[in-house]
């Protein structure tokens, strides 16, 4: 069994490889347009969006679930406003939605 620190180390790495693999994914004006802390932000506010739209539990009785990523681009944008953050364009999230969503599905 891991200890505690040993889980946030992994976590932080998963993370970490996470970012690296959507800064690969996403066009070239937007590989470094966004900080990791951004792109962080980013993810955390995907899976909060997948928790509060109960799409998760979804997953539970189908194999497949429909995400509609400029839905999901959307609330990131939104909560970005809500949080004080200077506004995302939804198009440019939305790509790192799609590469989000490749990157747990190569990862399962």
Do not use: H
């Not at 997953?59 to 944008?77: F, G, H, P, S």
């Amino acid at each position: 069994m891991a200890s505690i620190d040993e889980e946030l180390l992994l976590d932080e790495e998963d993370d970490r490889r996470e970012r690296a693999f959507i800064r690969e994914q996403l066009p070239q004006e937007l590989k470094e347009k966004y900080s990791d802390e951004q792109l962080q932000w980013m993810l955390d506010t995907i899976v909060s969006y997948y928790y509060e739209s109960g799409i998760l539990e979804d997953t539970i009785d189908d194999d497949e679930v429909d995400i509609d990523l400029e839905q999901v681009a959307q609330y990131v944008c939104q909560q970005a406003t809500a949080d004080g953050m200077a506004p995302l364009d939804a198009q440019e999230v939305r790509f790192v939605v799609e590469a989000d969503l490749d990157y747990q599905e190569q990862n399962l």
